[in-house]
């Protein structure tokens, strides 16, 4: 019973972990803003970090079927 949420919620976290890493590097990659109007070197470390982040959370719910 448990293991449809847990599929849905570990492909969330795995898709938009993984759109958000290569969204990142390819802006960093172009030399263009993560963000407009914040810190360049901060933006894309919190953005990689977010995207690490749900990047882990999505295996953890894929690790819990």
Known sequence: MERGPAIFAGAVFALFGGALLVWTAARV???????????????ATLASLVSVIALILGTWCFSRL
């Open 29 to 43: 990659r172009q030399r263009r803003p993560v963000a407009h109007g914040v810190n360049p070197v901060a933006s």
